[in-house]
């Protein structure tokens, strides 16, 4: 498979957009001047060589781009400066080829701030018994100049990646493919701007957070609007555009009337229509990212966003129900990290409903009263216009269908008062019942290690009934970002045990506190 990735930025009225960053990664090989200019010249050819047949893997979704060899404290703080300031640069791999004494690296690490790859290898596969002399020994030295690297940054207390393992393995290239997309989640995180539609849904815990923490953990900008100042862009939106757009859903989705005329169904549905524009235009206007709503507060909107806010997620932007501003900054994120890979499944907001508890068929039904993602659609993608009895409004339009089958990650980030958590699920999406009386779109899922372990081990970690969720992503990339993000990360998956968690959550709250 090859993945081909890059940050993107939307446009009004079309697909995701593809923009002109071309993300990369750097490739520092560490050495030494001891065995003089020909081992440096061996060591550099060796470089090139790795860095060359990796980009053409056909496993990595950015290009590697090789660096000169660094011997010095001078030049290793240039080129991570350097790393700081090239904006096409997403992270640093080191790797020691010979011995590379370690304090040469404090300055540059000090003042390094972007990913950090380790990537623990060596050029020759097996050792040369019949030829070994101290000049091959001399050279291929990773053994303990990784060693030494790591060991200072253990001791800086530096959050980086470490992938151990020979550079032409395949499992290995694919390991380091899966750093990059984390990589790049860590990157974008500072350029998130959420946009709050009134305040949370009242009472509610869970969608609660310090928006001050999330700015400094994160880099995420969260700011809140009335809907009023929303619903002037919808009202400005012409006849001519909504009819445009109407027409485009008309030709897209299958329209499912179940009884209603046809002239009303369409009234209904150009009410969306005109929400989706809207909004849209007023996100790009103010450069926001993300989007929350609350159903209690609506005034100015004839209905509650559903296909018009499914629209928007399928074009890139996160969401979040009753003011989950920490959920919609998540969709967008993980959006972001799988923007452009072949074959993707989806990534979409999805919210706890009900469980099926039948023996030997247990699962969750997930899915929410209108604003799920039709990247994730497995089935035909309709749109109905069914009642709502949230907001007192009129019947909103959604588009409806069921999900894939297929394995999946479900993350949920929730504030405890005194830090941020991530839980991470590994799931499985399994094929759905026949529902002809739900007018939503809907998954059905299979906590790992089965649903009663799960939902105990989500419960006592204090786990949000909204959640973040994508076929395209793994439980170790979502870990690996919360880890570069300085906040725990909590997994549930096939080893999960709750003794286990419970010990693992009581050492956290020492650790993170």
């Keep these: 498979m090859i993945y081909k990735f890059c940050s993107f930025i939307i446009i009004l009225g079309g697909k995701n957009m593809l923009n002109n960053k071309n993300y990369q990664f750097w490739f520092a090989t560490g050495s030494q001047d ?56 997403a992270g640093v791999i080191t790797w020691m080829h010979t011995f590379s004494p370690a304090k040469s690296w404090i300055a540059g690490l000090q003042e390094y701030r972007k990913p950090l790859l380790h990537f623990h290898t060596q050029f020759n596969r097996d050792i040369p018994y019949d030829t070994i002399d101290m000049d091959f020994m001399n050279i291929n030295q990773s053994a303990h100049g990784d060693r030494e690297f790591g060991h200072m ?3 800086m207390g530096i959050d980086r990646k470490v992938i151990s393992g020979y550079w032409e393995n395949e499992n290995v290239q694919s390991r380091i493919a899966s750093w990059m997309i984390t990589a790049i989640g860590i990157v974008e995180s500072s350029n998130i701007r959420v946009l709050r539609i009134g305040d949370n849904m009242r009472n509610v815990a869970v969608t609660e957070g310090d928006k001050v923490e999330a700015q400094i953990k994160f880099g995420w900008e969260i700011d809140a609007y009335n ?28 329209i499912i009337y179940e009884g209603r005329e046809e002239k009303a169904f369409r009234k209904h549905v150009a009410v969306q229509a005109a929400i ?11 450069k926001y990212h993300a989007i929350v709503t609350n159903f209690d507060e609506l005034a100015g909107l004839d209905q509650l966003p559903g296909l018009a806010i499914q629209r928007l997620m399928e074009k890139g932007y996160g969401f979040g129900a009753e003011g989950d501003w920490k959920t919609a900054a998540m969709v967008r994120l993980m959006k972001i990290m799988t923007q452009g890979k072949k074959d993707a499944k989806g990534t979409s907001f999805m919210e706890d409903y009900t469980y099926h508890m039948e023996p030997g068929k247990e699962g969750i039904l997930q899915a929410h009263m209108l604003e799920i993602c039709p ?18 409004r009129q019947d909103p339009a ?72 994508s076929y395209d992503l793994t439980s170790e990339q979502m870990c690996d970002w919360a880890e570069a993000m300085g906040i725990e990360a909590v997994l549930i998956d096939k080893d999960t045990k709750i003794r286990d968690l419970k010990n693992e959550l009581r050492w956290n709250s020492v650790a993170y506190r």
């Design 375 to 392: 990247t994730i659609a497995g089935s035909k993608i309709g749109i109905k216009v069914n009642p709502l009895s949230m907001g007192n």
């Design 276 to 286: 989706e524009i809207g909004f849209e235009r007023f996100m790009l206007e103010k």
């Design 153 to 155: 940054v253990s001791r």
């Design 227 to 254: 809907v009023t100042d929303l619903a002037e862009y919808v009202n400005q939106v012409s006849a001519g555009d909504i009819d445009a757009l109407v027409d485009e859903y008309y030709e897209k989705y299958e």
């Design 34 to 89: 001891l065995y003089g200019d020909d081992a440096l010249k061996e060591v550099e050819k060796h470089s090139k060589i790795m860095v060359e047949q990796l980009n053409n893997s056909g496993l990595l979704p950015y290009e590697i781009i090789w660096k000169p060899t660094l011997i010095d404290s001078i030049s290793i703080r240039k080129l991570f400066n350097q790393a700081n300031e090239d904006e096409n640069c």
């Design 398 to 469: 959604r588009l409806v269908f069921t999900s894939k089958p297929g394995k999946a990650v479900a993350t949920s980030l929730v504030d405890l008062g005194s830090r941020f958590r991530l839980l991470v699920n590994d799931v499985e999406c399994l094929p759905q019942e026949e529902m002809p009386k739900l007018p939503v779109a809907s998954a059905f899922w299979r906590p790992e290690p089965d649903l009663i372990t799960g939902t105990e081990a989500w419960i006592l970690a204090g786990g949000a009934h909204h959640t973040a969720f």
